[in-house]
């Protein structure tokens, strides 16, 4: 069994910054991906950055250059960087794990994050 826990976000205003951690622990073995998303009210969920194995990071268009993922493979960790937040960030966000085992595919969410940007 694999775990995510999640830590950081809260209130920000427009402008400020917050930063998201996400460490997995349990019986990991081959990671995919790791990353995180995020599920604004009335809203699907929807990817904001995330790492692949090929080490790549992909961002959401609406985040680049203002949000960076980083990790620490040590601490199977990833965090996310919010820079320069806006109203429109506002949202639930997610810690996704995707790993393979023995030719399986197991995908973990963490429990989420809130983070409200408003003055």
């Known amino acids: 069994q694999v775990q995510l826990q999640e830590s950081g976000g809260g209130l920000v205003q427009p402008g400020g910054s917050l930063r998201l951690s996400c460490a997995a622990s349990?019986?990991?073995?081959?990671?995919?991906?790791m990353g995180w998303y995020r599920q604004a009210p009335g809203k699907e969920r929807e990817l904001v950055a995330i790492?692949?194995?090929?080490?790549?990071?992909n961002y959401a268009d609406s985040v680049k250059g203002r949000f960076t993922i980083s990790r620490d493979n040590n601490k199977n960790t990833v965090y996310l960087q919010m820079n320069s937040l806006k109203p429109e960030d506002t949202a639930v966000y997610y810690c996704?794990?995707?790993?393979?085992?023995?030719?399986?595919?197991?995908?973990?969410w963490g429990q989420g994050k809130q983070v409200t940007v408003s003055s």
């Open positions: 996704r794990l995707w790993h393979e085992r023995s030719g399986n595919s197991y995908i973990y």
């Open positions: 349990g019986s990991i073995f081959s990671i995919k991906s």
């Open positions: 790492f692949q194995s090929d080490t790549t990071t």
